[in-house]
């Protein structure tokens, strides 16, 4: 009832004067008519409506078309406009265009449908959109799918028809669903604006920014948190390998114990050997064989 057009209201008649047979004439076109004349306790209606109303009716005609596009009395004329939908039923004066259209013309540019209120989606290199239906004929821009090309691409994926996979982005949910690009940067362990490129050889983690330690393969430090998967050097423990073996070891894992030294801060993480000479009594490059 909020959408519908009052075609009568009867502010003048009373019991004496109104006519028999009463013709009104509407010129809207719809579903339904109703005719209705309600009071209703606890209701205040405005002061023009009397207190008491009764109806009785003996007969009431509602004359329209069936077929949309034609007038006349018998329905068989059409509308003028061949782009009308509902014209007068008298005149043929078009009260209602057809989907895509819009007073004599069709919906202006990136508009269609009904009154040519609805915009048109996302549709590829720039072309329109039909003005009827609003499908994309050549089929979507980059980062948009559906007929109408009004969907963005799901979580994860961008490009033509959203067929392209996301790379390693730091936040998924930012990933360009036209180009890929991570908004908000990569993973750790790659990078490129797609976020698709491992780290080169011996980098990892934010941007690959950071130095491999001494892992026993270089091939084999994992890109993203930089930890040696093969173990490490001579010399070095730890899962990045980054930590020289403490004052009086060296070797693998850091298990073998250096020889007497002159100085044992100056003994080699990596082999062992004794690097400012041996203590008395001592010989050898690692000082453990007695003179």
């Given at each position: 009832?909020?959408?519908?057009?009052?075609?009568f209201?009867d502010n003048?008649?009373?019991r004496s004067?109104?006519p028999?047979?009463?013709?009104?004439?509407?010129?809207?076109?719809?579903?339904?008519?109703?005719?209705?004349n309600?009071?209703?306790?606890?209701?205040?209606y405005?002061d023009?409506?009397?207190?008491?109303a009764y109806t009785?009716l003996?007969?009431?005609?509602?004359?329209?078309?069936?077929?949309?596009?034609?007038?006349?009395?018998?329905?068989?004329?059409?509308?003028?406009?061949?782009?009308?939908?509902?014209?007068?039923?008298?005149?043929?004066?078009?009260?209602?265009?057809?989907?895509?259209?819009?007073?004599?013309?069709?919906?202006g540019i990136n508009?269609?449908?009904i009154?040519?209120?609805?915009?048109?989606?996302h549709?590829?290199?720039?072309?329109?959109c039909d003005?009827?239906?609003?499908t994309?004929?050549?089929?979507?821009s980059?980062?948009?799918q559906?007929?109408?090309?009004?969907?963005?691409?799901?979580?994860?994926?961008?490009?033509?028809?959203?067929n392209?996979?996301?790379?390693?982005?730091?936040d998924?949910?930012?990933?360009?669903?036209?180009n890929?690009?991570?908004?908000?940067?990569?993973?750790d362990?790659?990078?490129?604006?797609?976020?698709?490129?491992p780290c080169?050889?011996?980098?990892?983690?934010i941007d690959?920014s950071?130095?491999?330690?001494?892992?026993?393969?270089v091939?084999q430090?994992?890109n993203?948190?930089?930890?040696c998967?093969?173990?490490?050097?001579?010399?070095?423990?730890?899962?990045?390998?980054?930590t020289p073996?403490?004052?009086?070891?060296?070797?693998n894992?850091?298990?073998?114990?250096?020889g007497y030294?002159?100085d044992?801060?100056?003994c080699?993480p990596?082999?062992?050997?004794?690097l400012?000479?041996?203590?008395?009594?001592?010989?050898g490059?690692?000082?453990?064989?007695?003179?």
């Amino acid at each position: 009832m909020s959408q519908g057009k009052l075609c009568f209201k009867d502010n003048n008649f009373t019991r004496s004067t109104i006519p028999v047979v009463f013709t009104i004439t509407c010129i809207v076109h719809g579903q339904y008519v109703i005719y209705y004349n309600e009071r209703l306790q606890g209701v205040i209606y405005p002061d023009d409506y009397s207190t008491y109303a009764y109806t009785g009716l003996c007969e009431v005609e509602v004359n329209g078309c069936n077929t949309t596009g034609y007038f006349g009395p018998t329905c068989s004329i059409p509308c003028p406009d061949v782009n009308c939908q509902y014209c007068h039923i008298e005149t043929g004066a078009c009260q209602g265009c057809k989907p895509g259209y819009k007073g004599h013309t069709s919906c202006g540019i990136n508009f269609y449908g009904i009154r040519c209120t609805e915009k048109c989606g996302h549709c590829s290199d720039g072309n329109l959109c039909d003005h009827i239906n609003g499908t994309c004929a050549t089929g979507c821009s980059a980062g948009y799918q559906g007929d109408l090309c009004k969907s963005p691409c799901k979580k994860g994926s961008f490009g033509i028809d959203c067929n392209e996979t996301c790379g390693h982005c730091r936040d998924i949910n930012k990933c360009s669903n036209v180009n890929g690009t991570c908004l908000t940067g990569c993973a750790d362990g790659y990078e490129g604006n797609l976020c698709n490129a491992p780290c080169n050889r011996g980098q990892y983690g934010i941007d690959c920014s950071e130095t491999c330690g001494k892992c026993l393969d270089v091939n084999q430090c994992f890109n993203v948190n930089g930890r040696c998967l093969t173990g490490c050097e001579d010399g070095y423990v730890g899962n990045l390998c980054k930590t020289p073996c403490g004052d009086g070891f060296y070797g693998n894992h850091c298990n073998n114990k250096c020889g007497y030294c002159r100085d044992i801060d100056q003994c080699s993480p990596v082999n062992g050997t004794c690097l400012t000479g041996c203590d008395a009594g001592y010989q050898g490059d690692r000082c453990k064989t007695l003179t």
